[in-house]
């Protein structure tokens, strides 16, 4: 009660100082405008200028190439450009698979991690707690062309380890089939790799490296401010374990972890230097930025902002579904401290 | 249920928050820890919860005679009251009293008709049974202590622990919680421990009160024995305002006499005051409704705080400025303790 006139007081100062010149106020307002428009708004509109430079068609066909019509004849060239654009058509949807199937495995491991993480750095008090809170965050202050490098010097050939990584055989998991009774187990991969580096376990692992901070340092403040308390209760209550994280800490950070995991898949989609460097260049290791940098060196500017296009609609969404979250979070937290 | 601990000790970091602690509490008893910020009180009540355990080489904590050291904070039958409430925020008020009930294991979990008559008995006694469907922010610090009782309550506890439970709540709130409190324990006769450090309301609603310091027991009484009969210097000057006279004991070591306001006998005349009045001069004068704070200076320049009843002021007559005699009614005297 004795707190509303005051807030309204201060609001209404901070309006009358905000509106006090409003020269100061338009150059502000309009600097920034400027600035976003030049630095962001302008490439953004660019990109999907340049992705339907051939129109609609040019922009499809970057994903279905046109089929020669039936029965026509073609010249030696044209057929060679229809296999040429098949192949390249190929090789974005095996970067949109490779980049689906990196952040399926990343962002549930990430959930696991920043969760173990952010729960042991807030509610347990340890020697070297600090340190590890410390650690967490490195991945944002490394280069992410180092953090590739660490690995390639880790499991490549000249490893500090030994080439042990280079003769590691594991399955191709796109490579499941179904073999039937015979051999006695139905399901068997067709395909191995062999080695850790230049394959996409590799990118699995620089992606992990990457994204680490995220889930954990979203989740970090909000459990620290809650501290243990409900948990305690729970388990004072006989709750197990178990029920205690279902029933009340999961509840309570699930929109942090919501927005954790947000940030952690636009940064899987999108990171280029890490794994550029654990990719080995190689076409089947393409993630959808590595294949827009691809068609990009090979001339091809319209099929390079098309898959452009695509990262940037994946950020849009990213920006909406965040906002939305900070937005209705903002109101929870403001209906939780007008009804105290 | 009793409740023995032997020479339980407790350290954070080196520094020792319990020493050598002993304590028995009866069955049925409402015992205060009472003692400053930093005595340790708290402490105490989280070992005997097993929140926290206690030092390597401590003693055992006894639940009616036997040892719950080494037996989980959940398998321990307590009840423990929060502080801060740590009421469950995502769920109301119902959900929050029924939580312990829903968490026991499928073969002790009472039916879903025998959770609700229950829970709704629970509402029924903290005087609560309309606001079942309320979230606890949408309720009164009052009102939300007593549903966290409720829930501690609704496992059947063989104790009930209160961590400071009305710390957080206003005076009018405060005096008419605690006496609810009182009226509570005398029906259901649990035995309670709880922690606080308002000396009004350790010695108002419990039947004996532990008070603390610097990790120890001091005293360990009913109220009337420890505020008529304070162990140490420590207990008198917590419990209530003091003048201290510094001077010799009658086998004639330094020593020092702590007299209470209310236990120095004022007057006009030298000899209505008592045999060894002395004389001072009043400078100040303080109403507080029933009792009036008089403000003494002695001749030698100390200052002595007397209070009367606000009939004997008005019978006194008494101005700045008049010189008074007064003398001590009821000294405790004590040597100086060196030995830490």
Redesign the interface.
């Known amino acids: 009660m004795a707190g509303a006139p005051l807030a309204s007081t201060s609001a209404t100062l901070n309006r009358r100082a905000a509106n006090g010149n409003p020269r100061v106020r338009a150059l502000l307002i309009a600097l920034t405008i400027g600035f976003l428009s030049i630095f962001i708004l302008a490439p953004l509109v660019n990109v999907f200028a340049q992705a339907f430079a051939k129109g609609l068609d040019g922009y499809l066909a970057v994903f279905w190439p046109p089929s020669p019509p039936e029965g026509a004849t073609l010249g030696v060239i044209q057929q060679r450009k229809l296999a040429e654009a098949a192949v390249q058509s190929e090789r974005t949807w095996s970067a949109i698979r490779l980049t689906l199937a990196v952040a399926a495995v990343v962002v549930p491991l990430n959930i696991v991690f920043g969760l173990a993480a952010a729960w042991a750095t807030t509610k347990f008090r340890f020697r070297g707690r600090a340190l590890l809170v410390s650690l967490i965050d490195l991945p944002f202050s490394v280069s992410p062309v180092v953090a590739g490098l660490v690995f390639v010097l880790l499991l490549g050939r000249n490893g500090v380890f030994g080439d042990w990584a280079t003769h590691l055989s594991w399955p191709d998991p796109f490579s499941l089939r179904w073999v039937g009774f015979d051999a006695g187990f139905p399901l068997d991969f067709e395909r191995d790799f062999t080695g850790v580096i230049f394959t996409p376990l590799a990118i699995v692992m620089a992606s992990i490296f990457v994204t680490f901070p995220f889930v954990a340092r979203s989740l970090t403040p909000l459990m620290e401010s809650q501290g243990t308390d409900e948990e305690l209760a729970a388990l004072s209550l006989g709750a197990s374990g178990w029920r205690t994280f279902w029933k009340i800490t999961a509840p309570n950070v699930k929109w942090a972890l919501l927005y954790g995991v947000i940030l952690c898949t636009a940064r899987a989609f999108g990171e280029f230097g890490a794994v550029s460097v654990v990719s080995g260049h190689i076409d089947v290791n393409d993630t959808m930025p590595l294949r827009i940098e691809k068609l990009w060196n090979e001339y091809n500017n319209q099929a390079a902002f098309t898959v452009a296009s695509v990262l940037t609609l994946l950020a849009v969404f990213t920006l909406v579904a965040k906002t939305a979250i900070e937005w209705k979070t903002a109101r929870d937290h403001a209906t939780a401290e007008g009804k105290q | 249920m009793t409740i023995e601990i032997r020479n339980i000790s407790k350290s954070y970091g080196g520094e020792r928050i319990l020493r050598d602690i002993d304590l028995k509490i009866n069955s049925g008893e409402l015992v205060a820890l009472l003692g400053p910020s930093g005595s340790g009180k708290t402490t105490l009540l989280r070992v005997i ?1 097993g ?1 926290e355990q206690a030092d390597e080489g401590s003693g055992p904590v006894l639940f009616d005679d036997v040892d719950v050291s080494n037996v ?4 321990r ?4 009251v ?1 502080q ?1 409430y ?5 769920m109301n008020v119902f959900e929050n009293i029924a ?2 009930l829903r ?2 294991p499928r073969r002790e979990r009472p039916s879903e008709a025998q959770i609700r008559e229950k829970t709704q008995s629970l509402l029924d006694l903290i005087q609560l049974g309309n606001l079942s469907q309320r979230y606890p ?2 309720l009164s610090g009052g009102q939300r202590q007593r549903v ?1 009782l409720a ?2 309550l ?2 059947e506890p063989r104790v009930l622990l209160l961590d400071e439970p009305f710390g957080a709540l206003d005076a009018t709130v405060r005096r008419e919680l605690r006496r609810w409190l009182r009226r509570l324990h005398d029906t259901i006769h649990v035995t309670t421990i709880f922690v606080t450090h308002d000396q009004e309301e350790a010695l108002e609603v419990s039947d004996r009160v532990a008070v603390m310091n610097a990790g120890r027991i001091e005293q360990y009484a009913p109220p009337q024995e420890v505020y008529e009969k304070p162990a140490s210097p420590f207990v008198f000057k917590f419990l209530g305002n003091y003048n201290l006279f510094h001077g010799r004991t009658r086998g004639d070591e330094p020593g020092e006499a702590l007299v209470r306001p209310h236990d120095i006998a004022i007057a006009r005349d030298p000899n209505a005051a008592g045999a060894s009045a002395r004389p001072g001069v009043v400078t100040h004068i303080g109403f507080g409704g029933a009792v009036v704070k008089i403000e003494l200076e002695t001749e030698d320049k100390t200052h002595v705080d007397v209070e009367v009843s606000a009939p004997t002021f008005r019978d006194l007559n008494l101005k700045r400025g008049d010189k008074v005699w007064f003398a001590l009614r009821n000294a405790q005297e004590y040597v100086p303790d060196f030995v830490i």
């Not at chain 2, 989980?72 to 398998?75: A, E, M, Q, S």
Request: net charge positive; aromatic share 14%; charged share 20%.
């Open positions: 919860a929140i989980d904070l959940g398998k039958r307590i009840g423990f929060f801060h740590a009421l469950f925020k995502h939580f312990g968490a026991k922010s949408q966290a829930r501690a609704a496992v």
